[in-house]
């Protein structure tokens, strides 16, 4: 196992930012050795976290001892920092959404390749354990072939902090939260996206989505929806998801779910009527207990290492990338047709450029 630490500076020390520190705090490998952020008294702030603040951009940049710069800004400077950074000869971390646009990351992405230098972006919910569990059932089958999958995240706070509600600094749910779902989609499910309808909701007045909901059908038969809510008092389960032979849901974030499955054992047990509301119905009675098994959710997938560990093997030439730039390309890709399915109101179809090859 490689001994090597790489130093890194922190630029944009928000909640963000900070939590960074306190997480690359318990890495052997990368070591935040000082910060840079616009605001006076965030700078301040990070020197009593015990973190040297530079001065200005220019002194991280013409720093020898700065291996790598890790970008947590507003989303809507992330790529001249990172240009920057990159052709200053540092490696680079950088916040999701990377930009708001392919072509700025496409120019990012370019300069990386030219440069020689690392760029991983911050998609850090593919480490999620409840995203983690589905990945487990839809690679092993536990219900069978996975054809439905419904991932919701449910907020009663409406759209946090100040950019977040502006769109010149790519706020809106859909690039905050969006960006981790749709992120989670194209990871899992081995398949090119064939179609996409979408809506956006602007229930609290600003001038960014405060909420989406995004149905994706893949080439394979999943159909896969997002759903981003902010002005939920109930929430829906994280997810649930349908398989061919069963059902599964995760309720949130404690993890507490269960998988319902077909018992193959048993034949198929008729269903006994029920009064459902005023009427009778068959069709809707719940499955027999004698024709089910309930079984708890499987362990998670594991990835091989962390997110920092990964990006530290990635700089020494040790592995590739986890988050992949041609699977971050192929999110924005996606997201700029989210967009424009919710403005055109219309079914989306020309993925064909940023999709894989079959
Ligand atoms: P924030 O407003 O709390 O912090 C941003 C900080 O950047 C502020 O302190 C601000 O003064 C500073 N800043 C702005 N422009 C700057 C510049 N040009 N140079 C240096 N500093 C500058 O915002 P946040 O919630 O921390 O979000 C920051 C980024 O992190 C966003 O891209 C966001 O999407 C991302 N984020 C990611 C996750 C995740 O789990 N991956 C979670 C939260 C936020």
Not at 190 to 204: A, E
Not at 268 to 274: A, C, G, L, R
Request: hydrophobic share 40%; glycine share 8%; net charge negative.
């Amino acid at each position: 196992l490689s001994t090597n630490t790489h130093s890194v500076v922190i630029v944009g020390y928000g909640g963000m930012g900070s939590y960074h520190a306190k997480l690359i705090a318990n890495n052997t490998r990368l070591k935040v050795t000082g910060t840079y952020d616009i605001l006076e008294e965030r700078r301040k702030v990070s020197e009593e976290d015990g973190y040297p603040a530079y001065e200005n951009y220019e002194a991280v940049l013409n720093d020898p001892a700065v291996d790598v710069i890790l970008i947590a800004t507003p989303n809507d400077v992330h790529k001249e920092l990172v240009i920057t950074a990159l052709r200053h000869g540092k490696h680079v971390i950088c916040e999701k959404p990377v930009t708001m646009f392919v072509k700025d990351f496409e120019e990012m992405m370019a300069v990386s390749e030219e440069t020689g230098r690392v760029l991983m972006v911050h998609q850090n919910r593919r480490w999620d354990e409840d995203f983690l569990i589905i990945k487990e059932m839809y690679d092993k089958g536990m219900i069978g072939d996975l054809f439905q999958i419904e991932s919701r995240v449910h907020g009663a706070n409406g759209i946090p902090g100040d950019w977040r509600h502006l769109e010149a600094y790519g706020g809106g749910m859909l690039l905050d939260w969006g960006v981790h779902l749709l992120d989670q989609f194209v990871f899992m499910i081995d398949s090119r996206i064939k179609s996409v309808t979408s809506r956006l909701s602007f229930i609290l007045g600003d001038e960014v989505d405060d909420g989406f909901e995004a149905t994706l059908e893949f080439e394979n038969g999943v159909t896969a929806i997002a759903e981003v809510g902010t002005t939920n008092f109930i929430t829906l389960p994280r997810w649930y998801v349908k398989g061919t032979e069963g059902t599964a849901v995760i309720e949130d974030w404690s993890l507490k779910g269960r998988a319902v499955i077909q018992n193959r054992e048993v034949g198929k047990v008729e269903p006994k009527p029920i009064k459902a509301g005023v009427g009778l119905t068959k069709t809707m009675a719940p499955p027999s207990e004698e024709a089910t098994l309930t079984e708890s959710l499987p362990e998670p997938f594991q990835h091989k290492s962390s997110f920092y560990d990964n990006f530290a093997d990635v700089v020494e030439g040790e592995a590739e990338p986890i988050v992949k730039n041609n699977e971050v390309l192929r999110v924005l890709n996606l997201i700029e047709n989210v967009f424009k399915a919710a403005r055109t109101r219309e079914v989306v179809k020309d993925f064909d450029i940023y999709e894989p090859k079959n």
